[in-house]
């Protein structure tokens, strides 16, 4: 397998992980905050990808119009492809994760709950998204019955 000055070159320019630690190590920074609070943070990586597809249009249009495998595969095996998906990955994942880390902020959802998964937000990111989603519910719904149960006790 040969390596692409094109996939480093296009990821060199993409400093996502600096982002995902301050959201997980220092969520409570007001310099996390403000960062975070910032649709910049998903501009660079938005803007990046679009970069990457504008050019390819012809190529990605009709795979991604009428997915099939086989031209979805040829696709990706490519380097161009491949760091294409990839960058889609991280601007994506990246943006996910900004609106949770937001959200769990103004819910006041714990740091040490939203550190794990943020994590798998970012590394296996759908199942992520669905325990933040599990995990909003679970909040809201101890928010919710708290008052009663201190009523009932007194």
Same mark, same amino acid.
């Given at each position: ?95 996910? @994760?900004?609106?949770? =880390? &937001?959200?769990? /902020? *103004? ?8 550190? +794990?998964? !943020? ?8 199942? @992520?998204?669905?325990? =933040? &989603?599990?995990? /909003? *519910? ?8 708290? +008052?009663? !149960? ?5």
């Amino acid at each position: 397998m040969t390596s692409s000055p094109f996939f480093g070159q296009a990821l060199s320019g993409l400093p996502v992980l600096p982002l995902w630690l301050l959201m997980i190590v220092v969520p409570f920074w007001s310099g996390t905050q403000r960062v975070m609070r910032s649709p910049l943070t998903v501009v660079l990586p938005a803007t990046l990808y679009a970069a990457l597809v504008v050019p390819r249009l012809g190529e990605v249009l009709p795979v991604v119009l009428q997915p099939e495998l086989e031209p979805l595969s040829m696709l990706l095996a490519r380097p161009a492809g491949t760091t294409i998906a990839w960058v889609h990955f991280l601007a994506f994942d990246l943006f996910v @994760g900004r609106c949770a =880390y &937001l959200d769990s /902020r *103004e819910r006041g959802v714990s740091a040490w709950l939203m550190a +794990p998964t !943020l994590i798998t937000i970012l590394m296996p990111g759908p199942p @992520g998204f669905v325990i =933040y &989603l599990a995990l /909003r *519910e679970a909040v809201r719904l101890r928010r919710t019955s708290t +008052p009663a !149960l201190k009523e009932h006790s007194a």
